[in-house]
Each structure stands twice: as structure tokens, then as C-alpha cells.
């Protein structure tokens, strides 16, 4: 068996005690130590990577371009990601709403907008062949998005709630005040014919009413943003924020009776 | 071949302002590249073709709408005919002119179609009728250099 001697070992503890103590009780030794030759250090450093650089510089230059193309190619695939990230929520949100919801409901994707600005409608990728017929309802998890215009075999025209030729009957859900809303080909929706004491304010919802024979009974339509009082000073009107983004919207569902 | 490029040409106008991108649309504007189209047939072509041309671009335009009646067909065939009479009488030659008809033509149309929509019982209020007028028309003037070029290109 490998042995050391008795008194080897007495000294190395000794010096190892001693070097201990040395460190512990100097904290100022063992501090300024490192701050002294750190700039010496940083100098020795930057002239040994500038010095680098120059004898490396063609081969970075190749290498710093290949990564140029690099980050490009994987911007351009972060990009498709995100698209995809992005898609797969809205997906995620409509088939969860599909489960939930207790009517019969057909997804198709928007595939064209709107020709010109008088009228508000858009383009789905299903039609007859998927069982869709005008005068079908088209709503999203979100709320209410139109009718069924036209529908051919592969495709179908929905004429959505702010076309101007659009009359919804519903309700203000918290007082249960009846109104048409009608479209304004802008981003807001005004709801007419409501009477001079009518139960309406900011922040209420609108939802359609059961005396459609259109729109089911409840479909959100949006919330109030404003109330007015119209020209005639008779009737009062409200001017609806949709609970969709009309100009964002891609996925649909189509609601069969 | 011309007239199958200029067929070519309403088909490609007709998709780019289907899927017209949503950051070139202004105030919910967007250009009628169609009724440019038409109306600038009548400087490059001869009527007969010029007028056939400008039919089916609005025949092109009423089947992706969702109005039944052939509002943009009978439109784009008048104003042919229109311009047609006045480049007898007013050189049409230099592009100011053009670009002077093209905003008239499309001041016209587009005054045509929100009066069908009045006239339907819809309301539409006055700042966005407004708004439509005037920046739809000024959209499609200013973008009716791009659809001279592409006649050009066809015809020449």
C-alpha cells in the first residue's frame, strides 16, 4: 500500500492551514488582487482579438456572411412560424367553440374580399357542394359576422353585418329594448328605431333578437359605444362597435339550420 | 393573342382586387382597377373591341358582387361609349386628359353606386358616402398610370 509519512502530512496541513488563513483574513488582499491586473488582463485580451481579426480577417469575412444568410433564412422561417403559431390559435378557438356550441356549424376559410367600398362582403372557399345556401348565417367565436348572399357549387358570397343593406332585429340584452341595426360600410353599426325612453347605454351588449326569422335568438352582435338622439328628435339610435374585426376576419363558421 | 392578354389582364386585375392587400387600403378604400381598365381601353383601343373589353370587365366585376343587378356592366359600357364620343370632339392624347377621365369616370361610377344603394332604402351617412367618393375616385386615378403601361404592353 502506497503510505505517507506521518510528518509530510503534519506539514501539508500545516501550510494548507496557514494558506487558509492567509486568504480568509486578507479579504482586501484577495479583492484588489484580481482589480489590479484586470486592466492589464482586458488589454492583453482585446489586442489578442484585434490581432486575431486581422490574421482571421478573410475567413470571418466568409464565415460573417454565411450567418448573414443564415438569420435571413431563419427570419424568413420565424416569420412562417408565426403565421402558422398565430393560425393554429384562431383554429384552436373555432374548433373549441364547434364543441361547445349546440348548433349545426360548417368552418370555410375567407378566400377574397370585398371589389369596391359600397358594399361589405367576402368570399368563403365552401358552397353548395358543402350544403351552404343563401340566406345561412355566418357567425365566428367571436359574435355575428353576416348572411349568405350567393352561394355556387365551391363557392359562397357573405354579405356582412355592415353592409348597408343588412337590417338585424335585436335586443339590448341588459333591459331587453328591441331595434334594427342596420350597416354603415364603416366599422361601426348604428341600431335605429329605438323610442325617446329607450333602456340604452354605453358598454351595453347587443344581441339578435328572436324576432328575426333570419339570425338565431342571441348572437352577439357588439356593444354600444354611443347614444343619440336622431334628427326627427323622436327616436333615439346607437351606434354599435361589432364584437368581430370585419376587416380581419379568415375563418367563419356557417350555421345550418 | 392581344385579345387573349387583354382577357388575361381583367382576370389578373380581377384577383389582385379580390385579395387587395389590407395595408394598400385607405379610409376602407380600395381602387376599382377594373373600371380603370375599361374606360382606358377607349385611349388605346378601337371601340368595337374597347367597348367589348369594357363589358366584360364589369361582367367580371357584378359576379363577384353581391348585388344581382348588372349595375358595373351597363356603368362600364356607357362610360366607354361616353368617352368614346368625347375623344371625337377633346384630344386624348396627353395623360393629364386621361387622368382627368379616368377621375370623372370614376366619380361617376362611384356616385352611381352609392345613389343605388340610397335609392334601395339603405342609409349610409354623409362622411362615408363622402369619403368613398372622393378617395375611391383619387385612388383609382392614381393608380391608372400602372394600367396604361399594361395596355401598352398588350397592345404594342
Not at chain 1, 121 to 130: A, P
Request: aromatic fraction near 8%; glycine fraction near 6%; charge should be positive.
Amino acid at each position: 500500500m502506497f503510505k505517507l509519512p506521518r510528518k509530510t502530512l503534519i506539514n501539508f496541513a500545516l501550510v494548507a492551514c496557514l494558506i487558509l488563513l492567509v486568504s480568509n483574513s486578507l479579504s482586501c488582499f484577495k479583492n484588489s488582487l484580481p482589480l489590479t491586473i484586470r486592466p492589464g488582463l482586458s488589454l492583453i485580451s482585446l489586442l489578442k482579438r484585434e490581432l486575431r481579426g486581422f490574421i482571421f480577417y478573410h475567413r470571418n469575412m466568409i464565415k460573417a456572411e454565411e450567418s448573414d444568410k443564415q438569420i435571413e433564412a431563419l427570419r424568413a422561417n420565424l416569420f412562417d412560424l408565426r403565421e402558422v403559431y398565430q393560425e393554429n390559435i384562431r383554429l384552436k378557438n373555432l374548433l373549441s367553440f364547434k364543441q361547445k356550441s349546440p348548433l349545426c356549424l360548417i368552418p370555410a376559410r375567407v378566400i377574397g374580399r370585398s371589389l369596391d367600398s359600397w358594399t361589405s362582403c367576402v368570399i368563403i372557399d365552401k358552397g353548395r357542394s358543402s350544403g351552404i345556401k343563401s340566406g345561412m348565417v355566418v357567425i365566428n367565436n367571436q359574435g355575428l359576422i353576416g348572411r349568405i348572399a350567393e352561394s355556387t357549387d365551391n363557392i359562397s358570397k357573405i354579405l356582412l353585418i355592415n353592409d348597408p343593406s343588412q337590417g338585424i332585429s335585436s335586443i339590448v340584452q341588459r333591459s331587453r329594448q328591441e331595434g334594427l341595426v342596420n350597416g354603415t360600410l364603416g366599422a361601426n353599426l348604428i341600431m335605429r328605431y329605438l323610442p325617446e325612453d329607450a333602456q340604452v347605454a354605453v358598454g351595453d351588449t347587443i344581441v339578435t333578437s328572436e324576432l328575426s326569422h333570419i339570425y338565431p335568438k342571441g348572437l352577439l352582435i357588439g356593444k354600444v359605444v354611443n347614444v343619440g338622439c336622431e334628427f326627427s328628435g323622436l327616436n333615439r339610435y346607437a351606434i354599435i362597435r361589432p364584437a368581430v374585426d370585419l376587416n380581419s376576419i379568415e375563418e367563419v363558421m356557417v350555421i345550418i339550420p | 393573342m392581344k385579345k387573349c392578354l387583354l382577357l388575361l389582364a381583367i382576370i389578373i386585375l380581377l384577383t389582385l382586387q379580390l385579395a387587395w392587400p389590407g395595408f394598400l387600403i385607405f379610409f376602407n378604400c380600395k381602387p376599382d382597377l377594373l373600371l380603370v381598365f375599361a374606360v382606358s381601353l377607349v385611349f388605346y383601343l378601337d371601340f368595337k373591341t374597347a367597348l367589348i373589353f369594357g363589358i366584360l370587365s364589369g361582367l367580371a366585376k357584378d359576379m363577384f358582387l353581391p348585388v344581382t343587378f348588372a349595375t358595373n356592366t351597363i356603368s362600364f359600357s356607357l362610360l366607354s361609349y361616353l368617352i368614346h364620343i368625347l375623344a371625337r370632339r377633346v384630344s386624348t392624347e396627353t395623360n393629364y386628359v386621361r387622368f382627368a377621365i379616368i377621375l370623372i369616370a370614376s366619380f361617376l361610377n362611384n356616385i352611381v353606386a352609392g345613389l343605388g344603394i340610397i335609392r334601395a332604402g339603405n342609409i349610409i351617412p354623409l362622411g362615408i358616402f363622402l369619403r368613398n367618393l372622393i378617395i375611391l375616385s383619387v385612388y383609382s386615378m392614381a393608380l391608372s398610370p400602372l394600367i396604361f403601361k399594361l395596355i401598352k404592353k398588350i397592345t404594342t
